[in-house]
């Protein structure tokens, strides 16, 4: 894999790139569970959670406001709805982007469980949320950086409690 290469967090699966049909009309699934308002709620309820998460909250900055704002923007393009993001971000090579933590698997399911809850309680039908979901775990699990490969894990595991 080459550097300038998406990572699969940012590539849609064939299966969804195709249009979905809603009312007999084509639309995006961005367009066919409400837009906006229902990936708006859903990084409100993600962010409330990792608000009080011990794992994540010390990695984003005290304003939370912006980070919602990115999050937000990413998952509406990434369903078929405005290219904000990459408008005012440029590609989202969302690996890149996660090097300057370190995302172990701890941080993933910490992360995982805050969205869980939050894909849980969108009003959408089951299909859109089954697909949603897969993404973000998919996602999730890309994203994992810690240990580096090649990396001594008993140097980086954190600290020795024996
Ligand atoms: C695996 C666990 C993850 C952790 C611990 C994590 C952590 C973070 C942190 C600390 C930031 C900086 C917040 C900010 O200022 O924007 C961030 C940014 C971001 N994350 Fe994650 N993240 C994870 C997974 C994901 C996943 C699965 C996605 C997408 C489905 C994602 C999408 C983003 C986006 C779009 C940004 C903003 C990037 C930018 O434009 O700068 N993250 N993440």
Known sequence: ??????????RQPDR???PLVHDGR????YDAV???PVFRQL??????GVADDPV??????EDLEPAKVRLRMFLEQ????PTTYSDQRGHPRLRMRHVAWQVGIRERDAWLSHMLAAVTRLDVPDDARAAIWDHLERAAHSLVNWPPPGGDPSTVAGPDLS
Request: avoid cysteine; charge should be negative; hydrophobic fraction near 35%.
């Open 56 to 61: 994540l909250r010390p990695l984003y900055e």
């Open 78 to 81: 990434y369903w078929g709805g």
């Open 16 to 18: 969804l790139q195709r």
């Open 43 to 48: 990084v409100e309820d993600f962010y409330a």
């Open 26 to 29: 084509v639309s995006s699934l």
């Open 1 to 10: 894999m080459t550097a300038s290469r998406p990572s699969s967090a940012d």
């Open 34 to 36: 409400g837009g906006e």
